[in-house]
């Protein structure tokens, strides 16, 4: 694993660096979905380039376990950056808990200030005010309604009738 991790070029043991524990808690969560995207992206490189080169590897040495071999530097670094983005998106999915519970706490306690006391009763009693004229259902003189009661009807008389005939 050593070996490896001295094999991978500047800029790919850097981004592993950062997913160090101790560098990952210091994240906040729009640089861990930054992190998470780049280490994405490099985990579908090597994994892409190692199905490609193993499909080539076959067909050229004539058996899978002999281009296995051929390849296995990528499948080793497909899997250190699978490593990696396990660990960003385990510290992801604690980080966006974190900020959905501080916006839950956020809502209730701006709910909390805008609601009245509980045991004062609201202005006006407990009847809500209307506009002086009474509510009548509209949509019943709706011709989408109309055409669907008139369906119903149908389907029911042709059941009856369909029972009547037996």
Partial sequence: MN???????EAEFLLIRETDPGALTELDEDALLDLHGRIRRARTKYVGLYR????????AKRARGAARSANERNG?????FEGALG?????????????????????????RQESS?????A???????TL????????????????????????????QAKRDNR
């Fill in 52 to 59: 490609r080169k193993g499909a080539a590897n076959v067909s």
């Fill in 3 to 9: 070996k490896l991790l001295n094999s991978l070029t």
């Fill in 87 to 111: 660990r960003v998106s385990k510290q992801l999915g604690v980080a966006a808990a974190r900020s959905a519970r501080e916006l839950k706490e956020e809502r209730l306690a701006r709910a």
């Fill in 123 to 129: 202005k006006g009693g407990s009847r809500v005010p």
């Fill in 76 to 80: 080793a670094k497909a899997e250190i």
């Fill in 132 to 159: 002086g004229r009474a509510r009548v259902d509209q949509s019943r003189e709706s011709s989408g309604r109309k055409k669907r009661e008139a369906g119903s009807i149908a389907a029911g008389a042709r059941r």
């Fill in 117 to 121: 006391a509980p045991g004062t009763p």
